[in-house]
């Protein structure tokens, strides 16, 4: 199995930008695509971003699109989500997660591995 951990989270001001890390154990890392999800008090967990196996295959949620960006560097085993722009309502507490398919994809229930998870607060 593998485990995640993420950090970077913090307060920042609306407009603000923050790039959140995770780091992988494992030896199989770089056969695993890595997604980003959130989730606020009160609501589900939802679908951020996600990068396949390569790092040539990248998908967003909507609501970030054009903000954010997923990257993986598969030596140092490290997935990374810049973000950019941020707004009071991307404030949640964010999870990376590895699915051992290899294959981009928005679904929760694919993910077979999961972070402990880091917050993120925007201020307006």
């Known amino acids: 199995q593998v485990q995640l951990v993420e950090s970077g989270g913090g307060l920042v001001q609306a407009g603000g930008s923050l790039r959140l890390s995770c780091a992988a154990s494992?030896?199989?890392?770089?056969?695993?695509?890595m997604g980003w999800f959130r989730q606020a008090p009160g609501k589900e967990r939802e679908f951020v971003a996600t990068?396949?196996?390569?790092?040539?295959?990248?998908l967003y949620a909507d609501s970030v699109k054009g903000r954010f960006t997923i990257s993986r560097d598969n030596i140092k085993k490290m997935v990374y989500l810049q973000m950019n722009s941020l707004k009071p309502e991307d404030t949640a507490v964010y999870y990376c997660a590895a699915d051992d398919s290899g294959r981009a994809t928005l679904s929760r229930n694919e993910y077979d591995y999961w972070g402990q998870g880091t917050q993120v607060t925007v201020s307006s």
């Open positions: 494992g030896r199989t890392f770089n056969r695993y695509a």
């Open positions: 990068i396949n196996w390569s790092g040539g295959s990248t």
